[in-house]
């Protein structure tokens, strides 16, 4: 018998961050944010649904933190939140911008 067999199994959350060469300005209109490539020099204009996210992403967040924002500012479901949560993180770590369990 495996000594592991009897050990209760926990759960630990994914936790997500951006990476330490992203950065998140306010934009010119209102809001309106702008993500900075620090290594490249790209940017990209958010809009304020992304902005919550990324300003919840650069202190370290989980997914269900994340959707806890988007409902807390926006009218949206839970469930809706959650799915956008997940696909706005999914997105980002295509792009190598966040990491997770940090």
Do not use: H, K
Not at 12 to 39: C, K, M, T
């Amino acid at each position: 018998m495996n000594s592991f067999t009897n050990r209760e199994s926990t759960t630990i959350p994914q936790q997500f961050a951006l990476r330490s060469w992203v950065s998140l300005e306010p934009g010119l209109e209102e809001n309106e944010w702008v993500l900075i490539d620090n290594r490249s020099g790209a940017i990209c204009t958010c809009n304020d649904s992304a902005g919550v996210l990324l300003v919840a992403l650069q202190n370290g967040t989980t997914c269900d933190q994340l959707a806890d924002a988007l409902t807390s500012r926006f009218d949206v479901s839970v469930i809706e939140a959650r799915q956008d949560a997940l696909l706005f993180i999914q997105q980002l770590s295509g792009t190598g911008f966040v990491y997770e369990n940090f």
